[in-house]
């Protein structure tokens, strides 16, 4: 049946595109003359069903919208046609569907028909923030072997506060209380974790607790922070053109943010020589906010040390050490456990020890 149902909606496809015919009215042209083509009335006796199917095909994201309408999936991922993956809590698991390549590549194009993203073979990656919310990444052959790998996280509608948190038992009241004051104090805060330990999600608790009448302006690279304040500009960097200009890197949106009169910055996450700008923007005396992959709040600050090395061949350790050690005051080090939970597994304080030229990572709340 997935086939048959595959065979329908290309069918009308073609009917809605070359001859300008209604879904509605090519949904039943289609599926009256399969019908009619097929004695043994099997079709006719799943209707409902098959309709529904044809619907989904036809319309919004196809097989993958009712995926994407689901609360409890996180991300769903795809390695072929026959391998659709989604994660619930933290877990994975295979679906029993299959998904034609001419399909997706047609959903994918309509997702990113208004993104300004564009993906082909010139540039076969693309990050995109969907209508929702939702991330997609997309990866095509010849970089994968044979099938386009797709990526979409979703991101929950609301914004989980602190409390939110504590009720879902992600940090204690405890932590939360004591983040709530250092945001308040204007700390400078690295929210750090491996890939889905709920790393965004803090930060966006965190960023909630800041008051209103401080301007934000945050930049990510596609846009994933939630933020309920009065005065924020988001700013997501741009991928180029055909013609390979017009890239606006996340260093360029570091830059540009603090010409915005800022009062406090936020970077979805620091992966390369950005970490040098946001080093400076810090430097300066801005609070800000941000993300790093680590495996621990130690490793955060190593790796910290060791990105703004990219910008450049005279940005020296001897510079970016004891500029770290005096512009992050905290690191909070998240975790997914076994069960899907997310949790704060560490708070450490951040200090540049300059007698010994090292920089002293603290636990103070576990």
């Not at 979409?152 to 409390?163: D, E, G, T």
């Not at 890939?195 to 301007?215: H, I, M, P, Y």
């Not at 810090?282 to 600050?301: K, V």
Request: proline content about 4%.
């Amino acid at each position: 049946m997935p086939e048959l149902v595959s065979t329908l909606a290309t069918l009308a496809r073609r009917r809605i595109v070359t001859g300008g015919v209604e879904v509605s009215r090519a949904l039943n042209d289609v599926f009256d003359e399969a019908v009619e083509a097929e004695p043994a009335g099997v079709l006719a006796a799943q209707e409902t069903r098959l309709r529904t199917e044809l619907a989904q095909q036809l319309s919004a994201y196809g097989p993958l919208q009712p995926l994407l309408d689901d609360p409890e999936i996180e991300e769903i991922w795809i390695n072929s046609n026959s391998e659709v993956f989604v994660a619930r809590a933290g877990i994975s698991s295979l679906l029993e569907i299959s998904i034609e390549q001419e399909l997706l590549q047609t959903l994918i194009e309509k997702m990113l028909r208004n993104t300004g993203r564009r993906l082909d073979r010139s540039s076969p990656f693309v990050d995109a923030s969907l209508v929702d919310g939702s991330r997609l990444h997309v990866v095509i052959p010849d970089i994968t072997r044979n099938s386009w790998s797709v990526n979409i996280r979703k991101f929950p509608n609301q914004v989980y506060s602190l409390a939110k948190l504590i009720e879902l038992e992600s940090l204690t009241a405890s932590q939360a209380e004591f983040l709530s004051e250092q945001v308040k104090k204007g700390k400078n805060i690295l929210v750090s974790g491996a890939t889905q330990a709920g790393k965004t999600t803090l930060l966006c608790a965190l960023l909630n607790e800041v008051s209103d009448s401080e301007r934000v302006v945050s930049v990510e690279e596609t846009f994933e922070i939630r933020f309920q304040g009065l005065d924020w500009v988001a700013m997501q960097t741009r991928q180029p053109n055909l013609e390979g200009v017009g890239e606006i890197s996340l260093r360029r949106l570091v830059k540009e943010a603090l010409r915005m009169r800022p009062g406090r910055i936020v970077v979805g996450e620091v992966r390369q020589a950005e970490s040098f700008d946001l080093l400076i923007a810090l430097n300066s005396g801005l609070p800000g906010l941000c993300t790093i992959h680590s495996n621990s709040a130690s490793d955060a600050i190593s790796k910290l040390c060791t990105l703004p090395l990219l910008a450049g061949a005279n940005i020296t350790s001897e510079f970016v050490n004891p500029t770290v050690g005096s512009c992050i005051d905290l690191v909070v080090h998240c975790r997914m456990l076994p069960t899907g939970k997310r949790v704060v597994e560490e708070i450490a304080t951040v200090s540049f020890n300059s007698k010994a030229s090292t920089i002293d990572v603290v636990s103070v709340i576990k």
